[in-house]
């Protein structure tokens, strides 16, 4: 799922600074998950600018609300009646969100909560780390499962290189060098062959983020 | 607006009744209170008194305004009676301990007393009825572990009435007793005695005996436990066991490398093997006369007694019988079990040394033989201290207590805590020994602790009692004052399940039938969302807390009553 | 210095804040005035949220009393409360306000004195800090 962090108090602080009144929204599904935006995190950041405010002599109003989901405009037309009585909206989705926000109210301020951070998967409670990329052409099948592109820090295809050193990564010291766990893992499946094919460079020009904005479009489904 | 009535408890008239006049003046004004009278006491008639007041006004919500409410919950459990309303529908108002005794005058007690009796009150009108329910419970148990423990326990259970499922890993019943010739505080063969027990468990209708064979999965609650059992023929059989008893047991591990390798370092139980194949008046060992016998205890398992113990046992015999000298170093002699006292005594009167030792004793080979060296620190003057050196036959060498190796995997299966060193952790170190942190599992024996075998007996007895105090009434009665989770706000974050310390919640996903509190989602509703099981949750409202979408509440303690006694209702 | 009575939300976790305020009155000792005591199942039921909204709606500090650590009736309360504590310590300290404002403190039973000692230490801290400057009304 997506996760995010919380973006420095200094930071959100500053971008509501011109508002008496806003709606703080969060949103019930990945960034409740990774406890960044869910309506615990809510009312406290809530109650923390509040107090923020009150303690520089701009006493802030805060409404708070947290639909199901950020990023469908029917959940984004929940907040449609709170939103007339704010003068900006701060929201605790992911960028997704904020922007299903953006286009359905079209004259307000919506300001991002959070950072948007990776995709990942929870380690264990409390720890997440990143996992896909999205980087539009899947090469799981030949890696045996383990991403080369969030989790190499050179994004290579074919091997490690030569700052891979007692199975950790030359970059980030403590994280585990990928080319290390994808030759572990095909070895103990007994694929090993599988590295003897050369994967070829992406063309992130083409297929990925490089090509300009990317969409999807099911022709069967349009209503 | 709620009917609330007060009853003014006067703790035997020990509250001055100008304290007590304020009280009243200040509950004049309050709308909500219907009456207030003052009792002296709470007896039965009282109760009786009460009800009949509260059933002529019409009132349902009580305030008892008096002294700590663990002093009306503890009064109340021990008088028996129905109490006159729900449980849940009273409150109390602490004016004793933290008004009136904890103030500097009665000025400032008769300020604290006002702002207590005005939030009780306060509660009171939030206060909401909470039912009981009662789960039936099978007269049924899994024992996992057929060690002596899984085995006595099986044998005062099955004798009691109940049906026990007995999963044992290995081909042979019995454990780590197995091992043992003799026990240290009777004349009795371990084995003779073992064979008798299995006897008697095997004659029994009510025991069904699978082994080998293994848990592999685990599903349900106490009461409705689910649990798959694998045998080692691949075949699988599903019982629904009413609780389940832990007793796996524990694996040693002997110390390797360098001069531990050598054939004359034996561990305890290879010696307890030695013994029992000896025929007095010597002991021989590999065709020669054993004559000196040094025991090294304490260089593992430091707190376990176990060690202590079975050298003891075993230089009794040593130096008694077989004419042998026994030397026992160690760092602490522990003979705080049953009767050892007396057989240190005795064993110090036939001869056996005892040396304190601090740094580790070193070992050489001369001629064939170990030296041990040692350094007895017995004595307190440090320069009165010197080293001794013992030429032994035979060194006797403890071997390290370890969690078995399944423990963990099946502390995940179970859903079990585990200590720090890896064996299964009571729930309470002091007063439930033998809970687990999960209601209506057991622990017993090794897989909790290694100790001696009367120790594992008491202790196996221990269980063998709270499981027939949970089953024996059929049924298992709970106040539905637990945590409840909102299924429409549920965010499927697996937050709760992780971090609730009795694993009351699991996820259910989409099950058939998956309401059971929640009074606004119709009977049919089908849903995947965390789920709290009531008869399994203590109501400590760790997960309410944690919960990221907030849709944890816990029935009896919401929100509302903690903004209240924080003063921030409004 | 201002003179002035802080106002303190005590919650009271009920294996041992509870019981150690009710010790506090059977010795006779003076649990400062402007205490509001919260009786809580566990230190594990209070929210991040109500340290902060204590803070928000006029207290001037709040203690937490929970078990000792290992300790806690429902095994982890305790530890998960002093987690939640440091989240808040964190906000606090970008907002501005005195991490000192609210503290966790470990009891016993039978703690009725260190409760009491806690409770006026405090008192003076809070007394030194001043009144809390983010609180609603002030």
Redesign the interface.
């Known amino acids: 799922m997506i996760k995010a962090e919380q973006k420095?108090?200094?930071e959100i602080l500053r971008s509501i600074d011109p508002y008496k009144k806003i709606l703080l929204s969060g949103c019930g599904a990945c960034v409740t998950v990774c406890h960044a935006g869910g309506e615990?995190e809510v009312?406290?950041l809530a109650?923390?600018?509040?107090?923020?405010r009150?303690?520089i002599g701009k006493p802030l109003e805060i409404l708070e609300a947290t639909p199901s989901r950020q990023c469908e405009p029917e959940y984004a037309q929940e907040l449609s009646e709170l939103s007339e009585k704010v003068e900006a909206i701060l929201s605790l989705a992911c960028g997704v969100g904020v922007q299903t926000l953006v286009r359905f109210f079209p004259k307000m301020p919506v300001l991002p909560g959070v950072n948007t951070t990776f995709l990942g998967e929870t380690l264990s409670h409390g720890i997440w780390e990143e996992r896909c990329q999205a980087c539009g052409n899947c090469i799981l099948e030949k890696t045996g499962g383990i991403c080369p592109i969030s989790r190499c820090a050179k994004q290579l295809l074919n091997g490690p290189c030569g700052g891979s050193s007692k199975g950790k990564c030359e970059i980030k010291k403590e994280a585990d060098c990928a080319w290390q766990l994808i030759y572990d893992r095909l070895s103990s499946l007994g694929q090993l062959y599988k590295l003897e094919e050369i994967i070829p460079a992406k063309r992130w020009g083409i297929e990925s983020r490089d090509s300009g904005l990317r969409r999807i479009i099911r022709e069967d489904l349009k209503i | 607006m709620a009917r609330i009535g007060i009853f003014i408890d006067t703790l035997k008239g020990t509250l001055p009744s100008s304290f007590r006049e304020r009280i009243r003046t200040t509950l004049r004004d309050v709308p909500e209170v219907v009456f207030s009278v003052e009792e002296d006491e709470f007896t039965s008639e009282t109760f009786e008194r009460m009800l009949k007041l509260l059933e002529h006004e019409g009132v349902e919500r009580v305030v008892i305004v008096g002294g700590?409410?663990?002093l009306y919950e503890t009064t109340f459990q021990k008088l028996g009676f129905p109490l006159p309303f729900n449980p849940y529908l009273f409150t109390v108002a602490?004016i004793?301990?933290?008004?009136?005794?904890?103030?500097?005058d009665e000025r400032?007690a008769s300020?604290?007393a006002k702002?207590a009796v005005l939030k009780a009150i306060r509660i009171a009108s939030s206060l909401r009825p909470i039912e009981s329910q009662t789960l039936p419970l099978k007269p049924e148990v899994l024992i996992l572990g057929g060690g002596i423990s899984g085995i006595s326990i099986a044998l005062t259970l099955a004798r009691a009435g109940i049906y026990v499922f007995l999963v044992e890993r290995e081909r042979t019943l019995g454990g780590k007793v197995t091992e043992l010739w003799k026990f240290y505080n009777q004349e009795l063969e371990a084995k003779g005695w073992l064979e008798q027990k299995i006897l008697e468990l095997r004659q029994n209708p009510r025991i069904s005996l699978l082994a080998p064979a293994r848990l592999k999965y685990l599903r349900g609650h106490m009461g409705r436990f689910q649990a798959t059992i694998l045998t080692d023929k691949g075949e699988e059989t599903t019982i629904s066991p009413s609780a389940i008893v832990v007793a796996t047991g524990y694996r040693v591990e002997r110390k390797r490398g360098g001069i531990y390798d050598h054939k004359r370092m034996v561990t305890l139980s290879e010696m307890e093997k030695l013994l029992s194949e000896t025929n007095p008046p010597f002991p021989f060992f590999e065709g020669k006369r054993v004559e000196t016998v040094t025991y090294l205890l304490d260089d593992t398992n430091e707190d376990i007694k176990l060690d202590s113990i079975n050298a003891l046992k075993q230089s009794l015999l040593l130096q008694g019988s077989l004419k042998c000298q026994v030397a026992i170093l160690c760092k602490e002699f522990k003979v705080s079990s049953d009767r050892m006292e007396r057989l240190y005594r005795k064993a110090r009167e036939l001869g056996v040394l005892f040396f304190k030792y601090e740094e580790a004793p070193r070992f050489s080979l001369v001629n064939g033989q170990i030296q041990v060296e040692v350094k007895d620190t017995s004595i307190l003057r440090k320069e009165d201290q010197w080293s001794v050196s013992i030429l032994s036959d035979l060194v006797v060498l403890c071997e390290t207590f370890l969690p078995h190796q399944e423990t963990m995997e099946l502390s995940a299966l179970l859903r079990l805590?585990l200590g720090k060193r890896g064996f299964f952790m009571e729930?309470?170190p002091q007063l439930l020994r033998v809970r687990s942190?999960r209601r209506g599992i057991f622990i017993a024996g090794g897989c909790r602790f290694p100790q001696e075998i009367s120790e594992t007996l008491f202790e196996a007895n221990a269980v063998a009692q709270e499981v027939l105090a949970l089953l024996s009434k059929g049924a298992y009665t709970y106040d539905l004052s637990v945590a409840e989770v909102d299924p429409k706000k549920c965010a499927l974050c697996y937050t709760c399940p992780r971090?609730c310390?009795?694993s009351a919640i699991e996820v259910e996903k989409y099950a058939e039938k998956n309401v059971y509190l929640t009074h606004h989602v119709p009977e049919n509703t089908k849903w995947g969302a965390a789920k709290v099981d009531p008869a399994s949750c203590?109501?400590?409202?760790?997960c309410?807390?944690?919960c990221p979408a907030r849709a944890i509440t816990?029935r009896h303690?919401p929100d509302e009553f903690?903004?209240i006694?924080?003063?921030?209702d409004g | 210095m201002v003179d002035f009575d802080p106002k303190i939300?005590a919650f009271c976790c009920d294996q041992s804040g509870?019981?150690s305020?009710?010790?506090?009155?059977?010795l006779?000792?003076?649990?400062p005035?402007n205490v509001?005591?919260?009786?809580?199942?566990?230190a594990?039921?209070?929210?991040?949220?109500?340290l902060?909204?204590?803070?928000?709606?006029?207290?001037d500090g709040v203690v937490l009393f929970a078990c000792y650590e290992e300790n806690c009736?429902?095994?982890?309360?305790n530890l998960?409360?002093r987690g939640?504590l440091s989240y808040i310590h964190r906000?606090m300290e970008?907002?501005?306000?005195e991490k000192e404002r609210i503290e966790i403190c470990y009891l016993a039973t039978n703690s009725g004195v260190k409760l009491?000692e806690t409770l006026q230490r405090k008192t003076e801290e809070l007394k030194r800090l001043g009144p809390n400057?983010?609180?609603?009304g002030k």
């Open positions: 420095p108090m200094e615990k009312l406290l109650s923390a600018l509040r107090m923020a009150k303690k | 700590s409410p663990k602490n004793r301990e933290q008004a009136l005794w904890s103030s500097i400032e300020e604290k702002n805590h729930d309470n942190n971090v310390p009795h203590f109501g400590c409202g760790i309410v807390g944690e816990l303690y903690i903004y006694q924080m003063g921030l | 939300i509870y019981p305020a009710d010790m506090a009155g059977s006779r000792l003076n649990i005035k509001e005591m919260v009786r809580v199942p566990c594990g039921r209070v929210e991040a949220l109500y902060l909204k204590a803070l928000e709606k006029g207290a009736q429902y095994l982890r309360g998960r409360a939640r906000l970008k907002i501005g306000l009491v400057p983010c609180s609603e």
